[in-house]
T-cell receptor, first 109, second 115 residues
């Protein structure tokens, strides 16, 4: 069965420190994963998708098929990065998306 | 472009009462989704429409939840009767519906509290 796990419910880092939000998935096939973010009092929105291989707001994520992971990384955390982050795995049919439970990132000034 | 609109933003009801939520997707988006997000959890898909047809309602508690998208645009989600465990944020999202894993755009959500 397709599944997304995010082992950390809460992650706190100091401003300027590196941050890594973990995501693991189970999927039989060639996955395409997303990271969604929800800032305080804002809507859930797409942060980045692995297929685009781009850096958004300094964040990058690499798909590791061997480890079935799609960890989100940023070398220097900023206070404005504090938010809920959800890893998401689209299913093959009908564009259905499975969301992980989310990680709350808190960047300490 | 205008985003996904939802109303009401907040609703408080007592158990066994009925409630309805409304969603207006982004113009031209063929696919519409309703998610339930319980505190501390990720969004869980309740139902997915492609135009006005249902393509996935496997996780919709059909004994109490219903949804419709009559003209392939706006959608309503109804709960009748509500239970305490239905307290959650109900999110509506839409996407273009074309192939290639389109991006979902979310509304602000409706926070339901069942007392």
């Amino acid at each position: 069965a397709q599944r997304v796990t995010q082992p950390e419910k809460l992650l706190s880092v100091f401003k300027g420190a590196p941050v890594e939000l973990k995501c693991n998935y189970s999927y039989s096939g060639s996955p395409e994963l997303f990271w969604y973010v929800q800032y305080s009092r804002q809507r859930l929105q797409l942060l980045l998708r692995h297929i685009s291989r781009e850096s958004i707001k300094g964040f990058t994520a690499d798909l590791n098929k061997g480890e079935t992971s799609f960890h989100l990384k940023k070398p220097f955390a900023q206070e404005e990065d504090s938010a809920m982050y959800y890893c998401a795995l689209p299913k093959t049919s009908y564009d259905k998306v499975i969301f992980g439970p989310g990680t709350s990132l808190s960047v300490i000034p | 472009e205008a985003g996904v609109a939802q109303s009401p933003r907040y609703k408080i009801i007592e158990k066994r009462q009925s409630v309805a939520f409304w969603c207006n997707p982004i113009s031209g988006h063929a696919t519409l989704y309703w998610y339930q997000q319980i505190l501390g959890q990720g969004p869980k898909l309740l139902i997915q429409f492609q135009n006005n047809g249902v393509v996935d309602d496997s996780q919709l508690p059909k004994d109490r939840f219903s949804a419709e998208r009559l003209k392939g645009v706006d959608s309503t989600l109804k709960i009748q009767p509500a239970k305490l465990e239905d307290s959650a944020v109900y999110l509506c999202a839409s996407s273009t519906g074309t192939s290639g894993r389109p991006i979902q755009f979310f509304g602000p959500g409706t926070r339901l509290t069942v007392l």
